[in-house]
């Protein structure tokens, strides 16, 4: 951990301190359409377009976005699941943007992932006693007291009777074998731990215990999170900070509260006003923004801000011109030109022709 | 570390979130450890989950009995022959009749001494020569079905796991083996090598000869199912987790992958099995497999031929045996796909 100092934009609120733990800087990821038997590049799915953000030792960052608008990729990213194609990711100051497997091995520990589909993500012919003892296995690791006490640890820790040590995943439920799988990442101890939409496939009910099996693990072992989901109330529920994605961008930063409260973002708005009220009085009472059209593909995204083909407060401006990721408050980065609870960057601006 | 600056539980517009008791959560494994009737629940790996599926399958089982007792027989063909003072290739002149060669009792010769007859021309024991023939088709059916399966998969799971130019290369090859006129290529080699190569000759050689054909153009079969399979398990998010937690390639394949691949292995190679008797007896039939005066099922049909009309006994019995054999691997095979897979149903 060397550098401290604050790149580019000021970030944070919080614990400014402390040197991140994740920094991604300008993060890229396109998948290469081919055509034809010579496999020439005819495109590319900007699955991921240059993202900056930190994540801080013990805090929870929360990725939301939708379907398709490359949070998962950035996931697998950040993981080095995938092999970026441009920008630099850095764990604890250290540059693991292309770091040979060899090499990355070490990292692994430190870095672990929790799936989404907790049917997949287990292999169906292994006992549970070997899913959650494989990183052991595959680190070299020979934990106190002997590799099954330490598994029948961890699985009491999730919440899972030690007597399951020799049983097979498909004997149990999906919120079961999410909490397995959550042991097999907390296994070795990591720093930072990746969650791909780590509920969104169980039910409402079991969500509620997973997530808060979370919460009670990250304060127990003072664990750092990134947690990607489309759910905006389970990202409520978790998160420190929250990045909103939008076609591969991240379209707004803030802590939990300013952004909740005080969205500034159009499509960060537009994405609040779509969470279910659960009170039929002010369901009524709220205006819901509902947004025209679909997501552009991220074959051939639109040019300057990605949003402004479903934007209502769109101008010229947008159009031609890319809005940065800025801070217009202490912790509370925006890329717009025209914001919401914010001095307007471009008020004079010509109206857009096209909406 | 541990900045929790809010009450956990439902708050404002949370829907998910809602605050289990400890208790509550505590308790959810018991009770699944508990059945209905407080009866302890046995835990069960996917293969006993398999073998009680695959034991209610009657005629399965029946079939698997079958292909036990078949494997018995041939592995103790000779035993029994020498126990029961049989011999596949003396002749009985005294049952033939001289002017017509065919068997002179009724049914081809049947009695107590020859339960399934003799055969014409020469009168040899007619069981002694199915029994003889046993081992030489099963022999040749597994050995080239493990040939097949040894190639099959490593190629196959090779393919699929690199993909790429690894997998375009691989399956062009199997294009090429699948294109191969086989039949020709067999008569060929074998009327090439008939008088003798590597060192062996005689019965050994045919049989090796036997099972490399058969066993070397029949991999791609097995090659494109393990290969197929092998694409769609890379896929699962198992395997990524694995290579999140730094698993090497090797690691991957024989520990991930392979596990998986057992069940559609073992079942293609006993549907692999009959048909490959069946290619055996095929080439015998044509008379580049086993030579006579050597007993194989093929062959015995192949000198029936020319007795059909006169004496359908012959053909009937070696025919017979190829028959339930192939029937009795088959019923298995389908009984293990069926338990192994039950979603293939």
């Given at each position: 951990m060397t550098e401290t100092e604050e790149t580019g934009v000021v970030a944070g609120t919080?614990?400014?301190?402390?040197?991140?733990?994740?920094?991604?800087?300008?993060?890229?990821?396109?998948?290469?359409?081919?055509?034809?038997?010579?496999?020439?590049?005819?495109?590319?799915?900007?699955?991921v377009d240059g993202i900056d953000f930190e994540v801080r030792p013990g805090e929870t960052l929360g990725v939301v976005g939708e379907s398709g608008c490359g949070k998962s990729t950035m996931g697998r990213l950040i993981t080095r699941l995938d092999e970026p194609t441009g920008g630099t990711i850095e764990f604890e100051g250290r540059d693991i943007t292309h770091l040979p497997p060899g090499k990355l091995r070490p990292m692994r520990r430190d870095v672990q992932m929790i799936f989404q589909d907790p049917y997949g993500s287990l292999n169906p012919r292994h006992t549970i006693g070997g899913i959650v003892g494989t990183p052991f296995r595959l680190q070299g690791v020979e934990p106190e007291g002997g590799l099954k006490k330490e598994v029948q640890r961890l699985l009491e820790l999730v919440g899972l009777s030690p007597e399951h040590y020799n049983r097979y995943p498909h004997e149990f439920s999906g919120g079961q074998r999410q909490r397995i799988g959550i042991a097999r990442a907390l296994a070795l101890k990591p720093k930072l731990?990746?969650?791909?939409?780590?509920?969104?496939?169980?039910?409402?009910?079991?969500?509620?215990?997973?997530?808060?099996?979370?919460?009670?693990?990250?304060?127990?072992?003072?664990?750092?999170?990134?947690?990607i989901a489309h759910d905006l109330s389970v990202i409520r529920h978790v998160s420190d900070r929250i990045a909103v994605m939008y076609l591969g961008k991240i379209v707004e930063?803030?802590?939990?509260?300013?952004?909740?409260?005080?969205?500034?973002?159009?499509?960060?708005?537009?994405?609040?006003?779509?969470?279910?009220?659960?009170?039929?009085?002010?369901?009524?009472?709220?205006?819901r923004i509902l947004l025209k059209g679909d997501v552009p593909s991220p074959i051939d995204p639109p040019s300057g801000c990605r949003f402004r083909t479903r934007c209502w407060k769109a101008t010229e401006v947008c159009a031609t011109t890319e809005p940065p990721l800025v801070a217009l408050r202490t912790g509370h980065e925006v890329a717009c030109h025209h914001p919401e609870n914010a001095p307007d960057g471009a008020r004079d601006d010509e109206p857009a022709k096209t909406a | 570390m541990g900045r929790r600056r809010r009450p956990r539980g439902v708050k404002g517009t949370v829907t998910a979130p809602i605050e289990t008791t400890g208790a509550a959560a505590e308790a959810q494994p018991e009770a699944v450890l508990q059945g209905v009737e407080g009866k302890k629940i046995v835990g069960r790996s996917l293969g006993q989950i398999a073998w009680l599926r695959f034991k209610r399958d009657k005629?399965?089982?029946?079939?698997?009995?079958?292909?036990?007792l078949l494997i018995l027989v041939a592995a103790l063909s000779r035993p029994i022959q020498s126990w029961l003072g049989l011999d596949p290739n003396s002749p009985n002149r005294d049952l033939i009749d001289p002017n017509t060669t065919l068997p002179s009792g009724d049914f081809g010769g049947m009695s107590w001494d020859h339960p399934l007859g003799v055969d014409p021309k020469f009168g040899r024991d007619l069981f002694a020569r199915v029994l003889e023939g046993s081992w030489v088709s099963l022999i040749v059916a597994f050995g080239a079905t493990l040939l097949s399966v040894a190639i099959g998969t490593v190629l196959g799971v090779v393919a699929g796991f690199y993909r790429g130019r690894v997998d375009s290369l691989i399956s062009r090859l199997m294009d090429v083996f699948l294109a191969f006129p086989l039949l020709l290529f067999a008569i060929a080699i074998s009327a090439s090598l008939q008088g003798g190569a590597f060192g062996l000759e005689g019965l050994p050689l045919h049989i090796s000869v036997l099972i490399f054909v058969i066993g070397f153009f029949n991999w791609p079969y097995m090659g494109r199912i393990v290969r197929a399979q092998t694409l769609s398990l890379r896929e699962r998010e198992f395997v990524d987790a694995a290579r999140g937690m730094g698993a090497r390639g090797p690691f991957i394949l024989f520990r991930e992958l392979l596990p998986n691949l057992v069940g559609p292995i073992i079942v293609y190679s006993t549907l692999l099995i009959p048909s490959n008797i069946l290619f055996e007896a095929a080439l015998s039939f044509l008379g580049v497999g086993i030579q006579p005066p050597q007993a194989s099922w093929g062959g015995m049909l192949n000198q029936a031929v020319k007795y059909y009309e006169v004496d359908p006994q012959y053909m009937i019995v070696p025919g017979l045996a190829i028959f339930i054999t192939v029937l009795a691997f088959n019923l298995l095979g389908d009984g293990l796909r069926d338990a192994l897979d039950p979603r293939s149903r």
């Open positions: 919080t614990d400014e301190s402390a040197a991140p733990l994740l920094r991604v800087r300008g993060l890229v990821r396109h998948f290469p359409i081919t055509k034809g038997l010579l496999k020439r590049q005819v495109g590319a799915v900007q699955a731990v990746v969650a791909d939409e780590p509920v969104s496939a169980l039910d409402v009910s079991i969500q509620a215990q997973v997530v808060n099996l979370m919460d009670d693990l990250q304060d127990e072992l003072g664990l750092t999170y990134v947690i930063l803030a802590d939990r509260k300013s952004l909740y409260e005080a969205p500034m973002h159009p499509y960060t708005k537009a994405l609040l006003s779509a969470v279910p009220v659960p009170d039929p009085k002010r369901r009524t009472q709220r205006d | 005629v399965a089982v029946a079939g698997a009995i079958v292909v036990i």
